[in-house]
């Protein structure tokens, strides 16, 4: 199939190759000239494992093109919309502008039969506002959302764990199209569920919703468990065994982060406030809270470690991405935690494997190192706030040789503390004794 994507950002450009990967003649449109130009050289605007190599693959075999050029999606039986959706910058709603910026665009270079797919996440209602322009052309609208995870979105892309298709009820044409496009998913028994519109874009944000819950939860038992001396992660190991509630996420620490759950919730109690249903997520206000919250208990136990005060400590900073394999510093908790204790008068010395950069761009005022001996020399005390494989495989022998204090804050419960407390360093971490 012929198949425009509009957006090329982190959704849209690992979509458009991971679709040209599966056979498709895939066209990436974007206006940024510089974006473009960097993903026809075969290069990621941002990290993301494998992405560089499928760019170059499809880009070789010329199943994937590039432009700014909106009228070369013309010709497109599917045109799939993939642009940003942030937060607005004076309230909790969202920032439709693109979205409906590029639905503009394309109306003109529509043919009769022609399905626009959009794929990223809008408030309920979006799409019925939107179908009317597209439908007036003779093309169908159909509303297809993304459950990517950052670290493998290639692999989510080409076997998704299930694929929503909103449409039309009887619109058995886009139904059809999306089978096409996703023929080799569904041959792999990939379940699929057939919705309307609101439904297909409130799974998104509900599902959101519902992790972000999950993860606040087990961080307000962290927060009970530091005022009994419980262990939040044995706690944490005990109900997972629960079939009811499942082990994975139940992960105490820093708390979640990034460019989808803060922003997804937020915007979800938003518009369940416009819609007056806002008392139903009330407590989606609490799960942020509560979120929020883990940060500010960080620095606190920084300080407590440092003695009582942050001012003048060496502070090492292991991790700055929300979460490994990725450079998203959007709400990043490590570098959220990092810039205040800079703010606090602390000597930080920041490092991460990828988001180095991408933190500079936010924070230019830390001191950012290459390696972990690098910012770790002489440290007071070293935190570790994203849970990188190779934070988590440190040798704490080796390490007590570079700082000042044999002193680390496990900002993820990701280390082993007895390997650790053995090896003559303090051993902190969030809802641990």
């Known amino acids: 199939m012929k198949i425009s994507v509009i957006g090329c950002g982190y959704l849209g450009a690992v979509h458009a190759s991971s679709l040209a990967k599966l056979g498709h003649d895939v066209v990436g449109i974007d206006i940024d000239q510089a ?119 290639v692999k989510d892309t080409i076997s998704p764990d299930r694929l929503v298709y909103g449409v039309r009820p009887g619109d058995d044409h886009s139904v059809a199209m999306l089978d096409k496009v996703y023929a080799r998913a569904l041959a792999h028994d990939t379940p699929r569920v057939i919705t309307d519109f609101a439904t297909s874009e409130l799974v998104k944000v509900a599902a959101n919703a519902f992790l972000a819950t999950k993860i606040s939860f087990i961080n307000a038992m962290a927060e009970v468990a530091e005022v009994t001396g419980a262990d939040v992660t044995q706690l944490a190991d005990a109900i997972g065994y629960d079939a009811r509630i499942g082990r994975r996420f139940l992960n105490a620490g820093l708390g979640f982060g ?25 407590f989606l206000g609490e799960v942020d809270a509560i979120n929020l919250r883990r940060r500010e208990r960080m ?22 991405a929300f979460k490994p394999d990725s450079d998203d510093v959007r709400d990043s908790p490590a570098l959220d935690v990092a810039a205040r204790l800079a703010e606090l008068g602390g000597h930080v010395r920041a490092t991460d494997p990828q988001a180095i950069e991408t933190s ?30 190779e934070y988590r495989d440190i040798n704490p022998v080796v390490l007590k040789s570079v700082v000042s204090v044999r002193a680390i804050l496990d900002g993820r419960n990701c280390l082993n503390p007895v390997q650790w407390r053995e090896a003559g360093w303090t051993y902190r971490a969030l809802g641990r004794p």
């Open 35 to 153: 974006k473009i130009d960097l993903l026809s050289s075969a290069q990621a605007p941002f990290y993301e494992p494998g992405l560089p190599e499928l760019l170059s693959e499809t880009l070789t075999a010329g199943t994937l093109t590039f432009t700014t050029d909106m009228s070369l999606a013309r010709g497109a039986s599917v045109h799939f919309i993939a642009v940003g959706t942030p937060q607005q910058e004076d309230s909790n709603a969202v920032d439709l502008r693109a979205v409906e910026s590029a639905f503009e665009g394309i109306v003109a270079h529509l043919s009769p039969g022609d399905v626009v797919v959009g794929k990223s996440t809008v408030p309920v209602g979006t799409a019925e506002r939107l179908a009317e322009g597209i439908e007036a052309v003779g093309a169908h609208l159909a509303w297809n959302p993304e459950f990517l995870r950052e670290g493998y979105a």
């Open 258 to 282: 990034g460019g989808c759950l803060p922003k997804d919730i937020r915007g979800f109690m938003a518009r369940a406030s416009e819609l007056g249903a806002g008392d139903a997520l009330n």
């Open 299 to 320: 620095v606190d136990l920084c300080r407590e470690v440092l003695g009582g005060t942050i001012t003048g400590a060496k502070i090492a900073v292991l991790g700055l």
């Open 360 to 389: 500079r761009r936010l924070r230019p005022e830390l001191d950012y190192v290459a390696t972990v001996e690098e910012a770790a020399r002489d440290a007071d005390v070293v935190l570790v706030l994203t849970e990188w494989r």
